[in-house]
């Protein structure tokens, strides 16, 4: 699977900002895909993830009630909602995919991975 993000920018804090994944290739419904983040000098970690067949969502817990992830099968299209961005939330925001989904918020557990698109929030 090809994951490209897209809408990373600057914002101001409070602001809002929508990232997209577009996907290419084979997704059968026990994939789930998902958005993680690495800010500079600190390790990619898990953000959201959505399972392809019955849309369940997974959130890590700093975004619970912030961000919202969401998909269109029919596009093969992943979107990361983000509200009331904080300065805390700049990183470069990748989108991955696991075809057998266990549940895993770690990064190796994934095996797809887009090249990333950088959010930055002003203060």
């Known amino acids: 699977v090809i994951l490209v993000e897209s809408g990373g920018g600057l914002v101001q804090a409070g602001g809002s900002l929508r990232l997209s994944c577009e996907a290419s290739?084979?997704?059968?419904?026990?994939?789930?895909l998902g958005w993680f983040r690495q800010a500079p000098g600190k390790e990619r970690t898990f953000v959201a993830a959505?399972?392809?067949?019955?849309?369940?969502?997974y959130y890590a817990d700093p975004v619970k009630g912030q961000f919202t992830i969401s998909k269109d099968n029919a596009k093969k299209m992943v979107y990361l909602q983000m509200n009331s961005l904080k300065p805390e939330d700049t990183a470069v925001y990748y989108c991955?995919?696991?075809?057998?989904?266990?549940?895993?918020?770690?990064?190796?557990?994934?095996?797809?991975w887009g090249q990333g698109t950088q959010v930055t929030v002003s203060s």
């Open positions: 991955a995919a696991e075809p057998l989904y266990g549940g895993s918020y770690w990064p190796a557990d994934w095996d797809d």
């Open positions: 959505i399972t392809w067949r019955a849309g369940t969502t």
């Open positions: 290739g084979i997704i059968s419904g026990s994939y789930a």
